[in-house]
């Protein structure tokens, strides 16, 4: 569903009108025909996911109460779905509307040509400042709703922020501007590469760091925390942010044009802003000094040469 919602964000903006038309039909059509079954699709591997042995899944669940009923457990899914699918509606509009303003309104030919950028930065923004929310809201949501503070912040802002920010990720796949890399073949071969490392590493990371860790749930239940003392997290620090930026350089490569680069010089600047400013700021205070040693020795996002081996062997699970 999603390559094919791209593939109407790639061709949209430079088709004309009744060949618009037409695609907007055939994206009408397919909905109504096989949204339904996506739904149930989704809705009935959430329910599966629900009752597996998955790590850190347990402790998940009893922190937010919603998931121990079956509906809750479809909401969570669908509800990041949604937003993902709307975030890149946004995009497909609000890109042309700008090159309009800036373009033929304002006369700002250069600006123009950055507008899928710009687009680009305020949802990254977004996602951070709602993201921001779970860790700045957490004592006033303790003080007045209890152990359901955490609930209320994961539904209300750590939900929209992942999901907005995966938003970012997809766009970069259909992102106009002037063409950069012409090397095709090669390209590609880059992209699979990033794209596999990229599912690697995410999917190594929630098995040893677990659901919970994912849904910053000891941030909230510090007391009930632990350093996870793992040797992929003695290579990089943020494996499953390392695995989304891969992914994220993957896409950009694959779309290969100046505006794609450019938003991913931003996106790498956001993470990097976001764990020093936030993430990693707390984690010091809950830790001490032993994360900051730790910090010290590991880096975040890409293992240093002399690891090279050793994190692909872990990354493969092979160490």
């Not at 121990?68 to 509009?93: R, S």
Request: charged residues 15%.
């Amino acid at each position: 569903m999603v390559l094919y919602f791209a593939k109407v964000l790639r061709f949209a903006r430079d088709a004309e009108a009744n060949e618009l038309k037409s695609l907007w039909q055939e994206w009408k059509d397919y909905l109504t025909y096989n949204l339904y079954f996506f739904i149930l699709i989704i809705s009935e591997s959430l329910l599966e996911a629900n009752n597996l042995d998955l790590p850190g899944f347990d402790i998940l669940k009893q922190k937010l109460p919603i998931m121990n009923q079956g509906w809750g457990v479809i909401v969570l899914g669908i509800f990041p779905i949604g937003i993902i699918v709307f975030t890149l509606l946004t995009f497909w509009f609000v890109d042309p509307f700008l090159v309009l303003i800036f373009k033929q309104t304002l006369g700002l030919n250069f600006v123009s040509s950055q507008t899928p950028v710009l687009a680009q930065t305020l949802v990254l923004l977004l996602a951070y400042y709602l993201l921001s929310k779970v860790w700045g809201n957490k004592i006033q949501y303790l003080a007045k709703y209890g152990m359901h503070g955490y609930q209320r912040a994961i539904i209300l802002w750590y939900i929209p922020g992942i999901a907005l920010l995966i938003s970012t990720v997809i766009h970069l796949l259909v992102i106009d501007g002037p063409p950069v890399i012409r090397q095709y073949p090669l390209r590609v071969l880059f992209v699979i590469y990033c794209w596999i490392v990229g599912g690697f590493l995410i999917f190594r990371a929630l098995s040893y760091f677990g659901f919970d860790h994912m849904f910053v749930v000891y941030l909230y239940f510090p007391e009930e925390s632990r350093l996870v003392n793992q040797r992929l997290y003695s290579v990089v620090r943020h494996p499953a942010y390392s695995g989304l930026i891969h992914i994220a350089i993957g896409a950009a490569f694959l779309s290969g044009n100046v505006n794609s680069f450019i938003s991913i010089l931003i996106f790498l600047v956001g993470e990097y802003l976001w764990l020093s400013l936030v993430e990693e700021k707390e984690l010091l205070a809950r830790f001490g000094e032993e994360y900051a040693a730790y910090k010290k020795k590991v880096p975040a996002f890409f293992p240093r040469l002399r690891n090279i081996i050793p994190w692909f062997r872990l990354m493969l699970g092979l160490g």
